[in-house]
């Protein structure tokens, strides 16, 4: 698969960052610094692993980038925009860009595969023609085409994360947020799941994955960023889940 | 916009029957607040025609002097019917006076003494109806200051209490309709609540992908009207299915009131239509809200 192309086609600039968090605290109304000082930025095509400890501010830092919440101080800027500056009409159309995975899939439990794909367009108000091949599309991306018509319950845990990151991906988003998406699944079907994010980034889609799977971060030698306590205390490409040495 | 309106209200549908235990709950908890709403809302109104038909009784009554000229009668007649607080009036002759006597003691089983009387000792009379009880003292003491009226007859303090009472029924009939009113309001939007609730989920996605406010609200604002609409329509069916029976139960006690069949029905129609479209529009936007403000 050539690198250099997003599913959407358009071209990817490593240089330019499609994610930068400056000097960025959030503190909540109970007086808790959740994130402290944190300084990231994320160029286009970036593959990132955030690791931590329960509490260390993954979570949180999730939420700022799809402006669930917004930063104390500094600045959080997605694709050229400023979250904290953003109109509230306009959050939707930032949400579009990001493409968001879960560690419990959230998968609409009446809805057939195909239709929690195409849900996603629906309720942008995407037009029905452009739909149905869109749907088409990330189904066979993520080697779904078969099991379309079928509800969630009747699929393992590997098929719902992978109807899920479909969903993700119809959008043709600038950048995959994946919360702990293995976090539910065994071993070998979460080196299934990673495939398929490692695929979905040759294609040029950034991929920011927060996760405990240690056994995955030390092999696959991506950046990693490791939050302690709200801090980012290490960011290194091709680092393990624990500091070298 | 259209296409926009088309797709809400087919996701209003689809919403309704893919959670239809929920949706039949929520219309079912309509259907029953909006016959609790109109059932109080007739009584109210057969409640308020008896009052008006007690009311229509009270009335000022002018004994006249003997041998008054006929000009001077019609002259006070046509007075007191350009009054604006006067419904009308009807002249009691002497003779007239005497026979409503005569009936009345018959009436009560009593001998008729009036044979033994030389002459005829009632006085003739003007009987005033009023629009409303409470403009009794006016018209009463514009009578009393009339030459040819011998006595205007005191029911003052009888008038006053009727209508502190009348009053009163009128103004506690208002306020429990309002109490239940807001039952209902509560309830209704809880009960909707509770439905939108139960598709946090769903709510919870569409914001996750990049839905708009108005691509989240507007199928649940539709949903809602469906199930108000729906609850509605089964209401008027259980009303108009128990309307033969209950006014056949009831004839002999409405013929007597000033009770208007056809307009109650069509303020019962507006209002179950009105209250079900409403409640559900209103409950679905407050359950909505809720997500939408982050």
Same mark, same amino acid.
């Given at each position: 698969?050539?690198?250099?192309?997003?599913?959407?086609?358009?071209?990817?600039?490593?240089?330019?960052?499609?994610?930068?968090?400056?000097?960025?605290?959030?503190?909540?109304?109970?007086?808790?610094?959740?994130?402290?000082?944190?300084?990231?930025?994320?160029?286009?095509?970036?593959?990132?692993?955030?690791?931590?400890?329960?509490?260390?501010?993954?979570?949180?830092?999730?939420?700022?980038?799809?402006?669930?919440?917004?930063?104390?101080?500094?600045?959080?800027?997605?694709?050229?925009?400023?979250?904290?500056?953003?109109?509230?009409?306009?959050?939707?159309?930032?949400?579009?860009?990001?493409?968001?995975?879960?560690?419990?899939?959230?998968? !609409?439990?009446?809805?057939?595969?195909?239709?929690?794909?195409?849900?996603?367009?629906?309720?942008?108000?995407?037009?029905?023609?452009?739909?149905?091949?869109?749907?088409?599309?990330?189904?066979?991306?993520?080697?779904?085409?078969?099991?379309?018509?079928?509800?969630?319950?009747? !699929?393992?845990?590997?098929?719902?994360?992978?109807?899920?990151?479909?969903?993700?991906?119809?959008?043709?988003?600038?950048?995959?947020?994946?919360?702990?998406?293995?976090?539910?699944?065994?071993?070998?079907?979460?080196?299934?799941?990673?495939?398929?994010?490692?695929?979905?980034?040759? !294609? +040029?889609?950034?991929?920011?994955?927060?996760?405990?799977?240690?056994?995955?971060?030390?092999?696959?030698?991506?950046?990693?960023?490791?939050?302690?306590? +709200?801090?980012?205390?290490?960011?290194?490409?091709?680092?393990?889940?624990?500091?070298?040495? | 916009?259209?296409?926009?309106?088309?797709?809400?209200?087919?996701?209003?549908?689809?919403?309704?029957?893919?959670?239809?235990?929920?949706?039949?709950?929520?219309?079912?908890?309509?259907?029953?607040?909006?016959?609790?709403?109109?059932?109080?809302?007739?009584?109210?109104?057969?409640?308020?025609?008896?009052?008006?038909?007690?009311?229509?009784?009270?009335?000022?009554?002018?004994?006249?002097?003997?041998?008054?000229?006929?000009? %001077?009668?019609?002259?006070?007649? %046509?007075?007191?019917?350009?009054?604006?607080?006067?419904?009308?009036?009807?002249?009691?002759?002497?003779?007239?006076?005497?026979?409503?006597?005569?009936?009345?003691?018959?009436?009560?089983?009593?001998?008729?003494?009036?044979?033994?009387?030389?002459?005829?000792?009632?006085?003739?009379?003007?009987?005033?109806?009023?629009?409303?009880?409470?403009?009794?003292?006016?018209?009463?003491?514009?009578?009393? %200051?009339?030459?040819?009226?011998?006595?205007?007859?005191?029911?003052?303090?009888?008038?006053?209490?009727?209508?502190?009472?009348?009053?009163?029924?009128?103004?506690?009939?208002?306020?429990?309709?309002?109490?239940?009113?807001?039952?209902?309001?509560?309830?209704?939007?809880?009960?909707?609540?509770?439905?939108?609730?139960?598709?946090?989920?769903?709510?919870?996605?569409?914001?996750?992908?990049?839905?708009?406010?108005?691509?989240?609200?507007?199928?649940?604002?539709?949903?809602?009207?469906?199930?108000?609409?729906?609850?509605?329509?089964?209401?008027?069916?259980?009303?108009?299915?128990?309307?033969?029976?209950?006014?056949?139960?009831?004839?002999?006690?409405?013929?007597?009131?000033?009770?208007?069949?056809?307009?109650?029905?069509?303020?019962?129609?507006?209002?179950?239509?009105?209250?079900?479209?409403?409640?559900?529009?209103?409950?679905?936007?407050?359950?909505?809200?809720?997500?939408?403000?982050?």
């Amino acid at each position: 698969m050539p690198r250099g192309n997003r599913a959407g086609g358009a071209m990817v600039d490593p240089r330019r960052p499609v994610l930068v968090l400056n000097d960025v605290t959030k503190t909540y109304p109970n007086g808790r610094d959740a994130l402290k000082d944190v300084d990231l930025v994320v160029p286009e095509g970036d593959f990132v692993f955030l690791v931590g400890a329960s509490g260390a501010g993954k979570s949180t830092l999730m939420k700022l980038l799809i402006r669930d919440e917004l930063a104390t101080q500094g600045t959080v800027t997605l694709d050229g925009d400023d979250l904290a500056r953003l109109p509230r009409r306009k959050v939707p159309h930032v949400r579009r860009k990001i493409g968001i995975v879960f560690q419990d899939f959230k998968l !609409l439990p009446t809805k057939t595969v195909r239709e929690n794909i195409a849900f996603a367009l629906e309720v942008t108000g995407t037009s029905r023609r452009r739909i149905k091949p869109a749907v088409n599309r990330v189904l066979a991306l993520v080697g779904l085409t078969e099991q379309a018509e079928q509800y969630p319950k009747q !699929l393992s845990g590997g098929e719902q994360q992978r109807t899920a990151i479909a969903r993700a991906l119809v959008h043709d988003p600038r950048i995959v947020i994946a919360d702990e998406p293995t976090g539910n699944l065994d071993p070998l079907i979460s080196w299934e799941i990673l495939q398929l994010l490692l695929r979905i980034n040759e !294609l +040029g889609v950034t991929v920011l994955m927060a996760t405990h799977d240690a056994d995955i971060v030390t092999a696959l030698r991506k950046r990693v960023v490791a939050l302690e306590e +709200g801090r980012v205390i290490r960011d290194e490409v091709g680092g393990g889940y624990h500091r070298a040495g | 916009m259209l296409s926009f309106f088309l797709f809400s209200i087919s996701r209003a549908w689809q919403g309704f029957w893919r959670n239809a235990a929920m949706s039949l709950a929520a219309t079912a908890t309509m259907t029953l607040m909006l016959l609790l709403l109109s059932s109080f809302w007739i009584v109210q109104a057969g409640f308020l025609a008896s009052l008006s038909y007690v009311e229509d009784k009270v009335g000022v009554v002018a004994d006249l002097d003997d041998n008054i000229r006929q000009s %001077a009668l019609t002259d006070l007649q %046509a007075r007191l019917a350009a009054m604006p607080e006067v419904r009308a009036v009807e002249y009691v002759s002497k003779e007239e006076a005497l026979r409503r006597y005569r009936e009345q003691r018959s009436a009560q089983g009593q001998d008729d003494l009036t044979p033994f009387l030389n002459d005829n000792p009632l006085p003739a009379s003007l009987e005033v109806k009023l629009r409303r009880p409470a403009d009794y003292r006016t018209v009463a003491e514009f009578l009393g %200051a009339e030459p040819i009226v011998a006595k205007v007859q005191n029911i003052e303090d009888t008038t006053d209490r009727l209508v502190s009472l009348t009053n009163f029924l009128r103004t506690f009939g208002v306020l429990l309709l309002a109490v239940i009113g807001s039952i209902v309001l509560f309830i209704v939007i809880n009960t909707i609540r509770l439905a939108v609730l139960g598709r946090a989920e769903e709510i919870e996605v569409m914001r996750l992908v990049g839905a708009s406010d108005a691509f989240i609200r507007w199928p649940f604002v539709f949903e809602g009207a469906l199930v108000g609409l729906l609850g509605a329509a089964i209401s008027l069916g259980v009303l108009v299915g128990a309307a033969e029976p209950l006014s056949r139960f009831m004839v002999g006690f409405f013929s007597i009131l000033p009770i208007n069949v056809g307009s109650i029905s069509r303020d019962v129609t507006i209002l179950v239509l009105g209250s079900g479209l409403g409640l559900g529009v209103i409950g679905a936007w407050v359950s909505v809200r809720t997500y939408l403000i982050r």
